[in-house]
């Protein structure tokens, strides 16, 4: 039987078998999940907003809830300075995501949402928060995902950050550290 080639849309120099998601290198960018309350205070929006301006320079993939709070200040940030803003929403209306999302894609979910964004992401980038962060936050270091924190949840297994560009940096050098699509349960 002749080789078909590969798939519509499939690299054509990958290797046989390669899992078209993994990440090589500068073949694929990081992607990392900004989360955080939807009520936040002027300063952590403000730190949001330079954090996903930061990440979009650097060629990150933003990922969020694609709502208000956090999730629209980080949007902003990456949407104004170039960047990809994939917004995974609890409804089931892509006009409901924030005016600074890219591509949005609703769930249908409500909150199970969380552990999509978590799947989604190299690592995660907490902002504040609430009981919806801390969700996200345990789903994260319980799949293995490193999680960054500025000025949130103090608990193990979150590398705390004193400064937005420091949360940036350590993220971007978690994300490229991270193998994508491994759960270290596995």
């Known amino acids: 039987m002749a080789d078909p080639g590969p798939a519509p849309g499939a690299d054509p120099t990958a ?14 960018p990081p992607y990392v999940a900004v989360v955080g309350a939807s009520r936040p205070t002027a300063a952590q929006a403000q730190a949001a ?35 990809t803003v994939v917004g995974i929403l609890p409804g089931t209306d892509r006009a409901a995501a924030n005016e600074w999302v890219g591509i949005a894609l609703p769930t249908g979910l409500g909150e199970l949402r969380n552990g999509l964004i ?3 992401a190299d690592v995660v980038l907490a902002v504040g928060g609430a009981y919806g962060t801390l969700s996200e936050v345990a789903l994260a270091l319980a799949t293995g995902v490193p999680v960054i924190g500025y000025d949130t949840w103090t608990i193990p297994g979150i590398e705390l950050a004193a400064s937005p560009d420091l949360a940036v940096t350590m993220a971007l050098e978690r994300a490229s550290a991270a193998p994508a699509g491994v759960d270290s349960r596995d």
């Open 49 to 83: 907003e330079t954090i996903g301006s930061q990440l979009a320079l650097a060629g990150a993939i933003v990922i969020n809830g694609g709502g208000s709070g956090i999730m629209a200040a980080a949007s902003k940030g990456a949407a104004q300075a170039g960047g």
């Open 118 to 120: 978590v799947r989604a």
């Open 15 to 28: 290797a046989p078998g390669a899992d078209p998601t993994a990440r090589d290198g500068a073949a694929s």
